[in-house]
């Protein structure tokens, strides 16, 4: 069974402090792709990230980065000196490969950056 | 270029009434996708349109919910008749062809927030 699990629900920070958001996934498949999304007040759901099976570099943009461990099924996302605007819901999300576009989503982490 | 446009933004309609949902991809997208957000909980997948044909449609809840995609461009979400359960976000989405580089991205909508007193 394909499941994403995002443990926090709400987390809160100060501006310019650090923060994790984790995101455990469970797939047998092989081949598959993970994704972050961001979900500002606005609501739209804004893609951030994708990463597919075979690429466990840990990626970094900017404040954002991401850290990918297949050993433990995790792929979590750091924010370094967050910002107000970085106030969201975030999304994991978890599409494993064939013809289908399928994504699983986790049930997301609501993010509060207090100035 | 225009991202996943979705049409209304907000519906509040009465049990028993019908809504229509309205989306319009990113051009060149064959891929169209619905998902639903409801109380707060994961947002569902619904289903899957590869142009004009159901590619995927696993995830829609009842008959009650009727999904097209006419010509294989902007794809419409009736839900007739509304109970109060349907309320939450519906999303559109949409993505290349799956067979190029960027198909396995898939971008979001708005989302168009339904709620059914």
């Known amino acids: 069974a394909q499941k994403v699990t995002q443990a926090q629900t709400e987390i809160s920070v100060v501006e310019k402090e650090d923060v994790t958001l984790d995101c455990v996934y469970e797939?047998?498949?092989?081949?598959?792709?993970l994704f972050w999304y961001k979900q500002p007040p606005s609501g739209e759901l804004v893609f951030l990230i994708r990463?597919?099976?075979?690429?466990?570099q840990n990626e970094i943009s900017g404040r954002y980065s991401w850290n990918f461990q297949k050993s433990t099924s995790s792929f979590n996302f750091t924010i370094t000196a967050s910002q107000v605007v970085d106030s969201a819901v975030y999304f994991c999300?978890?599409?494993?490969?064939?013809?289908?576009?399928?994504?699983?989503f986790g049930t997301g982490t609501l993010l509060a950056v207090q100035p | 270029e225009a991202g996943v446009t979705q049409f209304p933004s907000h519906s509040v309609i009465e049990k028993g009434q019908t809504v229509t949902l309205r989306c319009d991809p990113i051009s060149g997208h064959d891929n169209l996708y619905w998902y639903r957000r409801v109380m707060g909980k994961e947002i569902k997948f619904l289903l899957h349109?590869?142009?004009?044909?159901?590619?995927?449609e696993s995830g829609m809840p009842n008959n009650r919910f009727l999904a097209e995609r006419t010509g294989g461009t902007y794809s419409t979400l009736k839900v007739q008749p509304a109970e109060l359960e349907d309320s939450g976000v519906y999303f559109c989405?949409?993505?290349?062809?799956?067979?190029?580089?960027?198909?396995?991205?898939?971008?979001f909508g708005e989302g168009s927030w339904l709620t059914v007193v």
């Open positions: 349109f590869v142009k004009e044909s159901k590619q995927d």
């Open positions: 797939t047998r498949d092989t081949t598959y792709y």
């Open positions: 999300a978890l599409r494993w490969g064939g013809a289908t576009n399928k994504l699983i």
């Open positions: 989405a949409s993505s290349q062809p799956l067979y190029r580089t960027r198909g396995n991205t898939i971008y």
């Open positions: 990463r597919n099976s075979f690429d466990e």
